[in-house]
């Protein structure tokens, strides 16, 4: 079971990224998946999540309006479009497998995923 992130970098303020996740060694189009972030020096913190068969998505409030969650279960891919990206968005950046898909204010651990990739670092600086 293995997710991979991609797509993460450097932006300006007030620019775009589009991260991407890559699953293999499971039925992804059985399990709900979610963004996580890990900004330095706090906890993991949900960002959006996704139901299998995308007729629900969620958000965290401080990201509603610039962030928008998608999957292609045909090709096993999980993305998270950003925009108007601002310095607080600094993060490690996970997907998840399985677990809550609607999470904002929770304490997170991470073992509430079944699976969580690596990470793939977003810096937003001037």
């Known amino acids: 079971e293995y997710l991979v992130e991609s797509g993460g970098g450097l932006v300006q303020p007030g620019g775009s990224l589009r991260l991407s996740c890559a699953a293999s060694?499971?039925?992804?189009?059985?399990?709900?998946m979610s963004w996580l972030r890990q900004a330095p020096g706090k906890g993991l913190e949900w960002v959006s999540g996704?139901?299998?068969?995308?007729?629900?998505?969620y958000y965290t409030s401080s990201m509603k309006g610039r962030v928008a969650i998608s999957r292609d279960n045909a090709e096993k891919m999980l993305y998270l479009q950003m925009s108007d990206l601002k310095p607080e968005d600094t993060a490690v950046y996970y997907c998840?497998?399985?677990?809550?898909?609607?999470?904002?204010?929770?304490?997170?651990?991470?073992?509430?995923?079944?699976?969580r990739g690596q990470g793939t670092q977003v810096t937003v600086s001037s």
């Open positions: 060694g499971f039925i992804f189009s059985n399990f709900g």
């Open positions: 998840a497998a399985g677990g809550p898909i609607r999470a904002e204010g929770r304490l997170l651990s991470g073992h509430e995923y079944n699976v």
């Open positions: 996704i139901s299998d068969d995308s007729s629900r998505t």
